[in-house]
């Protein structure tokens, strides 16, 4: 296959967007120009006319007002304008990252290990050469027309690959970041990573409380503690009940499953939100047959929708979260904690500038309406590199269209280099007896979006938005009173584990940010490495924008501190 070479195709000559009269300073003749009725009466409605009659131009306090005449090096636009360039010039500084991907698109010219649902595949399920080409040129290129010629195998939009062009004026571009090359297809760890994956879908009915307790959640761990090379959540080297399925940060492995900030009550002013929410129907898979999982890699929609259960329910199960991932709107998650942190006493950072104020309060810098913005800012950003990422580097194939390779290796349709983890698992003959085919069970019926797995979208959001919060409160603040939900989700009881007093902040928020990272593995949709590299890149994004930020402030102030995914400090 001809290797394609990468260029850089982000060098775009900036534009001028502002015309001549908003480039004007009213301070060129050193006093206010006059506004003439009927050029100003051309420019807005009569109504308005009225409230500038006499109008008079306030000298600036912050810069004497012959200064501001005489030198406009003083004036506030011009500051505003030497930190904007301060800022663009330390990010043209930092070095570019070289971005490796795993080398399976050159290592397999039928693109076995790389995305391409959507695209018009062959009958048994490999994507069409020139299709794939097609997809190729545009991501090359980077032109609009190109994209726009990629051919579709159905109805299935491809979801915004141009997304990862778009430039940032805040913290540094999208292609600045970069994460490590995705497991190889042919791999063990990719092999431990799908193991995990078909473990997680036959579990997804199963309380997270009864974890170990029950045979398929018993025969998870035993299966787990087989592979060889699994890096999900162990104790002493050794998958167990209690690190089932759990993330690897710290908090993680601490207190119950799900987070708090998953379960407790939020106040929104006077709505009280009581956190239950509407569940899938239990037992119920998709695209386990060979002739609908072909439908959904051609991207033959309209899809069905998920079938909902009558009532609603906390979250109890993988199923559950499967369903909040699912139809959650972008930060809702973390939205939820800010309220509930700011409602409930949880101190602030103790890098705020305000908390040793006697006479004042943040509101737009370091105070409530600050921190909300902020994770609609961070979350936004993080997103544009991750789908940098997910396009233009790795283009990793789905869980979903692995569980193919694995179908047709194990029927004889075609050899595929799947490795013997996987065609050993127990969980692969479980499968089967469930279900008749080896195919990884879904739990939606579009089975994932039209975008390449690797990084997550919900994993870097999630990275981004509890690091932002992390960098707002005090992560070392003990939650009170934890709960843990019923094992019919309808109501929530005290969780009393030898733990409870260890249930933090930082711990919570690292905990939720795996609950939504890994919610999307318990749907089929994403693997471990998607949720482990995707939480730390959200992290560098934020860490990026909180530095560009701090230049801006008026506040004297030294920096917040907070605890990175890893277990390291770092001040911002």
Same mark, same amino acid.
């Given at each position: 296959m001809k290797e394609?070479?990468? +260029?850089?195709?982000?060098?775009?000559? &900036?534009?001028?967007?502002?015309?001549?009269?908003? #480039? %004007?300073?009213?301070?060129?003749?050193?006093?206010?120009?006059?506004?003439?009725?009927?050029?100003?009466?051309?420019?807005?409605?009569?109504? *308005?006319?009225?409230?500038?009659?006499? &109008?008079?131009?306030?000298?600036?306090?912050?810069?004497? +007002?012959?200064?501001?005449?005489?030198?406009?090096?003083?004036s506030r636009r011009a500051?505003?304008?030497?930190?904007?360039?301060?800022?663009?010039? #330390?990010? %043209?500084?930092?070095?570019?990252?070289?971005?490796?991907? /795993?080398?399976?698109? %050159?290592?397999?010219?039928?693109? @076995? *290990? /790389?995305?391409?649902? $959507?695209?018009?595949?062959?009958n048994i399920g490999e994507v069409e050469p020139t299709a794939y080409q097609a997809l190729l040129t545009a991501l090359h290129t980077g032109r609009p027309s190109d994209f726009a010629t990629i051919p579709l195998g159905g109805t299935a939009k491809l979801a915004g690959p141009q997304g990862g062009l778009a430039f940032d004026l805040q913290g540094a571009d999208c292609a600045q970041f970069t994460i490590p090359p995705a497991p190889t297809v042919a791999g063990a760890e990719r092999a431990g990573e799908m193991v995990e994956d078909y473990w997680m879908a036959l579990a997804r009915d199963v309380p997270f409380s009864q974890y170990g307790s029950e045979p398929v959640t018993a025969a998870a761990v035993a299966d787990l503690n087989k592979l060889t090379l699994f890096k999900g959540a162990k104790a002493n080297g050794t998958v167990t009940a209690e690190t089932l399925f759990r $993330?690897?940060?710290?908090?993680?492995?601490?207190?119950?499953?799900?987070?708090?900030?998953?379960?407790?009550?939020?106040?929104?002013?006077?709505?009280?939100v009581v956190q239950k929410f509407k569940a899938y129907l239990p037992d119920t898979d998709y695209l386990t047959d060979?002739?609908?999982?072909?439908?959904?890699?051609?991207g033959q929609g309209p899809f069905a929708a998920n079938t909902l259960t009558g009532s609603t329910s906390y979250m109890k199960n993988g199923r559950d979260l499967g369903a909040w991932v699912h139809a959650d709107i972008t930060f809702q998650a973390y939205l939820f904690a800010a309220q509930w942190l700011a409602t409930h006493g949880v101190p602030l950072n103790p890098g705020n500038p305000y908390l040793t104020s006697?006479?004042?309060?943040?509101?737009?810098?370091?105070?409530?309406?600050? @921190?909300l913005d902020l994770l609609g800012e961070v979350a936004n950003r993080a997103l544009k590199a991750m789908w940098y990422q997910k396009w233009f580097v790795h283009r990793t194939l789905r869980p979903i269209a692995y569980g193919g390779l694995v179908h047709n290796t194990i029927t004889g349709v075609a050899r595929y280099p799947v490795h013997a983890d996987v065609l050993n698992s127990g969980a692969i #003959?479980?499968?089967?007896?469930?279900?008749?085919?080896?195919l990884l069970p879904a739990a939606y019926p579009e089975g994932n979006p039209q975008h390449p797995s690797y990084a997550e979208g919900h994993g870097v959001i999630a990275g981004a938005c509890v690091t932002a919060l992390k960098a707002f409160f005090n992560e070392h603040f003990v939650i009170p009173n934890p709960m843990v939900a019923s094992d019919d989700g309808q109501s929530l009881l005290p969780y009393t584990g030898l733990d409870a007093g260890q249930i933090t902040v930082g711990g919570e928020l690292n905990k939720l940010a795996n609950n939504v990272a890994l919610g999307r593995d318990m749907a089929g949709e994403h693997w471990r490495s998607d949720a482990e590299q995707s939480l730390l890149l959200g992290e560098a994004v934020t860490i990026s924008v909180l530095r560009d930020q701090r230049a801006t402030y008026n506040e004297t102030f030294n920096g917040f501190t907070f605890t990175r995914f890893d277990g390291t400090t770092i001040t911002v």
């Open positions: 394609i070479q990468m +260029t850089d195709l982000l060098e775009t000559p &900036a534009v001028a967007v502002a015309g001549d009269h908003a #480039a %004007r300073d009213p301070r060129e003749s050193g006093v206010a120009r006059a506004v003439s009725r009927r050029s100003f009466l051309g420019g807005v409605g009569a109504s *308005g006319a009225a409230a500038v009659v006499g &109008a008079v131009e306030v000298p600036s306090l912050l810069v004497p +007002t012959e200064a501001r005449a005489d030198d406009d090096d003083s500051r505003s304008y030497r930190i904007r360039v301060a800022a663009a010039e #330390a990010q %043209r500084d930092v070095p570019a990252p070289r971005h490796m991907s /795993n080398g399976d698109e %050159r290592r397999y010219d039928n693109f @076995i *290990g /790389n995305y391409s649902q $959507g695209l018009p595949h062959d $993330g690897l940060r710290l908090g993680d492995l601490t207190g119950p499953y799900v987070s708090q900030f998953f379960l407790l009550p939020v106040n929104f002013g006077t709505l009280g060979f002739s609908s999982w072909l439908a959904v890699q051609n006697l006479n004042q309060v943040g509101v737009q810098t370091f105070g409530s309406q600050y @921190i #003959a479980k499968t089967f007896s469930k279900h008749g085919s080896y």
